[in-house]
């Protein structure tokens, strides 16, 4: 089976950095999601780690630890329309993601 | 078209009713996904079709009941459920099942609300 963690809540500033963090637990691992879900919305697809390492796209970055079962999702340049809930989701050997619980994110101006 | 479409958007139905929601894509993706979501909860799997075939079933009850008519089209018929079958149920669709790669394509859902 697999076990996720991350935090239920952050608040951050309107044009700031945060980072949401992920620990996993897995039989098995074939990458980890980090999908953004809006209020009453379904999940858009932000990033996919496999390997370790930093993944950036624009404003937006991913890094894994594989050894370490651990990830974070770094958002810069805070807007306030990414507050929003951001869930981690790791693929084990069946090659289906399981979400974690998601983290609320309150940006404020 | 890189959507995945779902209707209705919203759906109201008594405990004794028989609706089915649909799911729509032509990407040629050849996986398709049921998902549930309550609120502040993640998506939980329901189903997965992988080549039009039922592939994955979460011990679902069978007041749920799914079906994948083609490549592009899956529904999930409802007959007498409960108040607590009333969350946001999403649709999805990947490449293939089976196949780590860049995420799934995640439909707006219906949300439904059993009286």
């Known amino acids: 089976g697999q076990n996720i963690d991350q935090p239920t809540e952050m608040t951050a500033t309107e044009g700031a950095i945060v980072q949401i963090n992920c620990t996993y637990q897995?039989?098995?691992?074939?990458?980890l999601f980090w999908y953004q879900q809006h209020a009453g919305e379904a999940p858009t697809f932000l990033s996919y780690n496999v390997l370790d390492g930093l993944e950036e796209k624009g404003r937006f970055s991913s890094f894994l630890s594989r050894s370490k079962g651990y990830s974070y999702l770094l958002l810069k340049e805070l807007q306030m329309k990414d507050s929003a809930s951001y869930l981690c989701?790791?693929?084990?050997?069946?090659?289906?993601?399981?979400f974690g619980r998601g983290t609320s994110l309150i940006v404020h101006p | 078209d890189t959507e995945v479409t779902q209707t209705p958007k919203h759906l109201v139905m008594g405990m004794t009713n028989k609706k089915s929601l649909k799911c729509e894509q032509h990407?040629?993706?050849?996986?398709m996904y049921w998902y549930k979501q309550k609120a502040k909860k993640p998506p939980e799997l329901m189903f997965v079709?992988?080549?039009?075939?039922?592939?994955i079933n979460e011990s679902v009850p069978s007041r749920f009941s799914p079906e994948c008519p083609n490549s592009s089209l899956l529904n999930l018929h409802l007959h007498a459920l409960q108040p607590e079958d009333s969350a946001l149920y999403l649709c999805?669709?990947?490449?293939?099942?089976?196949?780590?790669?860049?995420?799934?394509?995640f439909g707006s859902g219906t949300r439904l609300t059993v009286v």
């Open positions: 990407m040629g993706h050849r996986a």
């Open positions: 079709y992988s080549y039009e075939k039922l592939s």
């Open positions: 989701a790791v693929t084990g050997g069946s090659y289906i993601p399981t």
């Open positions: 897995t039989s098995g691992f074939n990458g």
């Open positions: 999805a669709s990947s490449q293939v099942a089976g196949q780590a790669g860049y995420g799934y394509t």
